[in-house]
């Protein structure tokens, strides 16, 4: 299996995906919204926002590998939850 590097943290940048990490845990459905090199490469952060809006960081060599999610699975389950809701007499703002 090929490394999880900085030109693959790039091309996962602007898209939702599950970070599978080197110590087996998963921060799963997060949007990569930065990769940051300091020090001439030799640290790489890697930048997501939670689907709760906060932005949380981590270092690329902590990450295995990561999954790119399908964003319309996500965009109909968003639609079904206002749907439910609405059908309950919920208002959405």
């Keep these: 299996m090929e490394r999880f590097d ?3 943290a ?3 940048v602007g898209h939702n995906v599950n ?3 080197k110590d087996g845990s998963v921060i799963i459905n997060v949007l990569i919204t930065e990769v940051e090199r300091k020090y001439h490469g030799k640290r790489v952060t890697v930048y997501y926002t939670t689907p709760t809006k906060r932005m949380r960081k981590v270092h690329l060599r902590e990450i295995e ?3 790119r999610l399908n964003p319309h699975v996500f965009t109909g389950l968003i ?3 206002k749907r439910r809701i609405r059908s309950r007499g ?3 703002s």
Aim: avoid cysteine; glycine fraction near 0%; hydrophobic fraction near 50%.
């Design 6 to 8: 900085l030109n693959s």
């Design 65 to 67: 590998w990561a999954e």
């Design 79 to 81: 639609t079904f939850k």
């Design 90 to 92: 919920i208002e959405i």
């Design 10 to 12: 790039r091309s996962v």
């Design 19 to 21: 970070l599978h990490l």
